[in-house]
């Protein structure tokens, strides 16, 4: 059984797919598994990945396009190995990355280890001038990771993460609606299960999509939608969280302020609230909406009355975080 088993979605990337291939045989850690699962494409893809004979290629082809996570989950099944690589057919490994993961993993506490990015150009070049931004990842407390995550934004980087195979079994297979988002979900799910790391090396040359104009990640309105619409669903994930003491360090500050503490029969509550100091407009509509919920649910009204002394008049009030405007 190989010790790594990358996992690569590739979906028409004549141009790239090479490259990436030649970084990963190239590596100093040769213990592993290359699964590359093409998603239906339309160019030269396979025919490109046909041409490299290495007994550590897998490929498998989609009879018709079903996007990221249905490749990532295609591959998570056909793979052994106990640690589990995620990155794109367009990105590049650097010749020691499968080394320095495998040494991160030798930690038996650790879940998920990410990386920092160096950014490229369709020429492979590197891009200075977006040095480096988002893709310089920053180790946080766990409890810094969940609440930017919940109530500002992801500040986490896919390509290159690197999972705990059993870890990662406990949530697979993984949605394959989920298109912007896919990554940001799969974070959140593996948050719950304890250690995350940020490798100090940046081991993975990653793409920038406005270098691909025809990339789903690619600045632009459709993007903009796209996330927008999947916000809810992704947020539905935090519900699952159900450390109470955990939430109480992670959300202190609003705890204090709206007076609303976590409790595990009026969770979905409780995230709602949280949910309203949100500066993202369409975070606070989804903790509307879960307030909304639990309020119409069985015994809802009693039990936020008994709980936080809510009645209808608070909810009323609850505009505020909308308006600014006190009633």
Request: proline share 5%.
């Amino acid at each position: 059984m190989p010790k790594i088993s990358i996992l690569v979605p590739s979906y028409n990337h004549q141009k790239y797919v090479g490259a990436f291939i030649e970084s990963a045989l190239a590596q100093s850690f040769e213990d592993f598994e290359l699964i590359i699962v093409d998603d239906a494409s339309t160019d030269g893809n396979v025919e490109e990945i046909l041409k490299y004979k290495d007994e550590r290629i897998i490929l498998i082809k989609h009879p018709y396009n079903r996007g990221i996570n249905a490749g990532l989950n295609t591959a998570f099944k056909k793979s052994q190995s106990p640690v589990v690589i995620f990155i794109a057919s367009d990105d590049l490994l650097e010749h020691h990355a499968l080394e320095q993961i495998h040494l991160a993993h030798q930690n038996r506490e650790l879940v998920v280890a990410y990386t920092k990015l160096t950014p490229i150009d369709e020429n492979n070049q590197v891009i200075p001038q977006a040095l480096y931004g988002y893709l310089d990842m920053k180790l946080l407390s766990r409890e810094e990771f969940i609440w930017t995550t919940f109530l500002q934004r992801n500040v986490f980087v896919s390509p290159g993460m690197s999972v705990k195979r059993k870890f990662l079994s406990k949530i697979m297979p993984l949605p394959c609606a989920m298109m912007n988002y896919q990554d940001y979900l799969l974070h959140i799910e593996l948050m719950k299960f304890g250690e995350i790391t940020v490798l100090p090396e940046r081991i993975v040359r990653y793409r920038l999509p406005l270098a691909i104009s025809n990339n789903a990640s690619s600045p632009n309105e459709a993007t903009f939608w796209r996330e927008c619409l999947e916000t809810e669903a992704l947020l539905d994930a935090f519900l699952s969280y159900d450390d109470i003491e955990f939430l109480e360090r992670t959300f202190a500050r609003e705890i204090a302020s709206s007076g609303v503490r976590p409790y595990r029969e009026t969770l979905p509550f409780f995230f709602g609230v949280m949910a309203l100091f949100s500066p993202v407009q369409v975070r606070k509509f989804w903790g509307y909406h879960q307030i909304m919920k639990f309020y119409n649910s069985k015994n809802g009204q009693e039990i936020l009355h008994e709980k936080y002394g809510f009645t209808f008049a608070h909810f009323l009030k609850l505009t505020k975080f909308f308006t600014g405007v006190q009633q």
